[in-house]
């Protein structure tokens, strides 16, 4: 794998003191990414729809120091200094510092903050590094003008991915494919790519409603998740199995089968758990809600042949996916019965969006 593409040789350009904001969003995997090796490097190919609502705002304040013997940073998060978040953000420069060595020159101070409630069970760690990433990319690019968008986005993809691996697919939109598969042009297990094949009608604007079941702290990490793959018994036939999807998955995008898009991405849920059940040590990450909800959706489609599903991220929440031309009634379904079994009847109503922008003017909170 060709990873010094990415390493920066010496810049004829120099910088000062600059700021750049970039807002991010937060995605849902359709074929999901559970097992890897080092470094970050996916035991499959995974595929997600790009969020749109559900995004991290971040700005990095980079200002030249005198000496470049360790990277230097503070953080903000929504406003309040947050100490507790540094050990990860301090890891994730580490893990990228061959990449971006200029972050040793700069005394950085991140101010982040997200469009969605905190501790709210929806993984913040995809859009919040991501973000980080698109920062980074923009003082490289003030170094190095010449880099092309293509690459900015390669880079920042492939940098957020060593913070994550599912942040790897949150630098572009609607659909990302992470993860070297044979039928997917382009696609690499380094950074994620645009879906690459002309998508049907009927998956555009696609709805993701984001059900609350539970806002708590995961019991169980997903480093931990990812972990227990090593010896699981099924682990083979489980990335064999992910990659077959994505084949098939890759036709349903394309050919607009929504029935079948509908089997694939309930069963890739499904399956994503049944790995957790029969891990060693195992784990529950759903809720007795979870499953309600899941036999709601089930009875909804069989009593009004709505196309609505679901998936799941490693956690209790459930996400619904359906049509935009089913909004209307889909929503009312949510607000009026699926909202009660959410904590503080709390959901978030997204769509599917198009990744990374720059953001101008921005003042944060704690400016
Ligand atoms: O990016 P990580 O290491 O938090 O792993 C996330 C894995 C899932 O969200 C469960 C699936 C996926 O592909 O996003």
Redesign the pocket.
């Given at each position: 794998m060709n990873t010094a593409q990415f390493i920066p040789s010496a810049f004829n350009f120099s910088i000062e003191k600059a700021t750049y904001t970039w807002q991010t969003p937060s995605?849902?995997?359709l074929?999901?990414?559970?097992g890897?090796s080092d470094p970050?490097i996916p035991k499959n190919a995974?595929i997600?729809f790009t969020l749109q609502n559900c995004h991290t705002i971040t700005s990095i304040d980079f200002v030249k120091k005198n000496t470049a013997s360790e990277i230097t940073f503070e953080l903000f998060f929504e406003g309040i200094k947050k100490e507790s978040f540094k050990p990860k953000i301090a890891q994730f420069f580490d893990r990228i510092k061959e990449y971006c060595p200029y972050i040793f020159e700069y005394n950085m101070v991140i101010n982040s903050e997200n469009s969605f409630p905190h501790s709210s069970g929806i993984?913040s760690?995809?859009s919040g590094l991501s973000a980080i990433a698109m920062c980074l990319l923009n003082l490289e690019k003030e170094l190095n003008p010449s880099l092309s968008s293509a690459f900015i986005n390669q880079k920042a993809s492939l940098l957020a991915r060593l913070g994550?691996?599912?942040?790897s697919?949150s630098i572009e939109g609607p659909l990302v494919v992470w993860g070297n598969h044979p039928e997917i042009k382009g696609s690499s297990d380094l950074f994620g790519v645009q879906f690459p094949y002309k998508v049907h009608v009927v998956f555009e604007n696609y709805q993701d409603a984001i059900l609350l079941v539970d806002k708590g702290e995961k019991q169980v990490s997903?480093?931990v998740?990812?972990n227990l793959m090593h010896k699981h018994p099924y682990a083979e036939q489980r990335f064999a199995q992910a990659n077959e999807n994505l084949t098939k998955l890759s036709e349903i995008l394309q050919n607009g089968d929504v029935d079948a898009f509908i089997n694939i991405v309930e069963s890739e849920a499904l399956t994503?758990h049944a790995m957790m059940l029969t891990s060693n040590p195992y784990f529950i990450l759903m809720k007795p809600n979870t499953l309600e909800i899941i036999n709601k959706i089930w009875k909804f489609r069989e009593e009004t042949k709505s196309k609505i599903c679901f998936t799941l991220?490693?956690g209790a929440n459930v996400h619904v996916l359906y049509p935009e031309n089913e909004k209307e009634k889909v929503n009312h379904f949510i607000q009026e019965i699926l909202a009660n079994y959410c904590q503080k009847k709390q959901y978030i109503f997204d769509t599917v969006g198009f990744g990374a922008k720059k953001v101008v003017n921005y003042r944060h909170k704690n400016h």
């Open positions: 995605n849902i995997a074929i999901k990414y559970w890897k970050q995974s997600s993984a760690s995809a994550s691996g599912s942040a697919r997903s480093t998740g990812h994503l991220d490693a």
